[in-house]
């Protein structure tokens, strides 16, 4: 619109003042409503909030939008811990005090309650955990997966079988590995060495297991092998012969045949996907242990697998490793053990 000429200069600037202080005032308004709100959140999350003025300013702010609920995270204590606590204890998750703490042991819970729910498993209680958590449709943990659960899955959905007849799919690669030195709490395992890499899902499975082991008085764990490429199992493959040329004087045929006893050809291999691991205990033979024990009852409450058993000899092709786990999942590993089926009796009997 156009200014009118008539208009007094004076009276211009006089109404011109009298919106800037508004709109000052409007401001300042939005910003203590801003402080109030940034008050409440930090209040969920710690017990003696101080917020600093300079906090003000970095706070973006929308007077309008609702409150979020707080995310929940270890750390955290006081009544919201309690009742999450006591929510993830009725549904089987949780056997610690109701103490109000959020320590590991409620971490673990929450961890194990977002894989049973297909959430994403990290251990916080956020929006998408706190509405599924509280929700009737919360999965509450079981001993037995149910039975029904199996027929639903679709090819997709069950774990990739890789053996000596089942090459790794061409061009296979893992979604997110990490360096496990790097990733996981030292405290909780050794990484043998610094080169050792996992499929983020099944590492943070694992130590998931191996804190509740930790917490259970198993406290000594190594892991020794994670993921391996093609060219590192060549390499594996290419060394062994080569010991058996040199040490055994086989010839080439010879060693290649004895070396598959103990070594998967390239592309025969689980460690291939980044969802299996070596475990050991360092300086023992792990078969005895009591890690190997603990493992061989508890792994598959975490989504693992003993993927090569003694009993399961014949149908694996492949002696018995107590050490070797794959990780495919809480509820297919519930059926296997439940079913007492490997992998291969698993997937044909889902018909895959
Ligand atoms: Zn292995």
Avoid at 4 to 20: E, H, M, Q, W, Y
Avoid at 28 to 38: D, E, H, K, T
Avoid at 281 to 286: A, E, H, N, R
Wanted: charged share 20%; hydrophobic share 40%; with cysteine.
């Amino acid at each position: 619109m156009k200014q009118s000429n008539g208009t007094n200069p004076k009276k211009l600037i006089g109404l011109v003042a009298t919106a800037i202080l508004a709109v000052a005032a409007l401001i300042m308004g939005i910003r203590v409503a801003g402080l109030v709100q940034l008050t409440r959140e930090e209040a969920g999350r710690t017990p003696t909030p101080s917020p600093r003025i300079g906090n003000i300013m970095a706070v973006t702010i929308d007077p309008n939008a609702p409150t979020p609920a707080p995310v929940i995270r270890h750390g955290a204590q006081g009544e919201a811990v309690k009742e999450l606590q006591a929510r993830l204890q009725s549904l089987g998750y949780y056997s610690g005090e109701i103490d109000g703490q959020f320590g590991p042991g409620t971490r673990d819970a929450v961890t194990l309650f977002q894989q049973w729910n297909g959430l994403e498993a990290d251990g916080v209680v956020g929006s998408e955990t706190s509405a599924r958590l509280y929700s009737a449709d919360a999965r509450p943990m079981t001993a037995t997966a149910p039975p029904s659960a199996a027929p639903a899955w679709s090819s997709a959905d069950m774990p990739l079988l890789v053996n000596r007849t089942n090459y790794l799919p061409e061009g296979y690669q893992p979604s997110e590995l990490v360096n496990m030195a790097d990733y996981c709490d030292s405290q909780v395992v050794r990484i043998k060495t610094a080169d050792i890499r996992g499929e983020r899902v099944a590492v943070d499975a694992l130590m998931t297991m191996l804190r509740a082991a930790q917490a259970q008085g198993i406290e000594v764990w190594q892991v020794s092998e994670g993921y391996r490429t093609l060219e590192d199992q060549q390499k594996l493959f290419d060394d062994q012969v080569a010991v058996y040329i040199r040490d055994n004087g086989l010839s080439r045929t010879d060693a290649e045949s004895a070396t598959r006893k103990t070594v998967a050809d390239p592309g025969t291999s689980e460690h291939h996907l980044g969802l299996a691991f070596d475990i050991t205990v360092p300086g023992v033979s792990f078969k005895g242990t009591e890690q190997a024990a603990w493992l061989a009852a508890n792994c598959w409450d975490y989504g693992f697998i003993l993927r090569y058993t003694e009993e399961k000899e014949s149908v694996t092709g492949f002696l018995a490793e107590p050490w070797h786990i794959r990780y495919v999942g809480v509820e297919h590993a519930a059926v296997m053990r439940d079913e007492n089926l490997c992998l291969e009796e698993y997937l044909q009997r889902c018909g895959v």
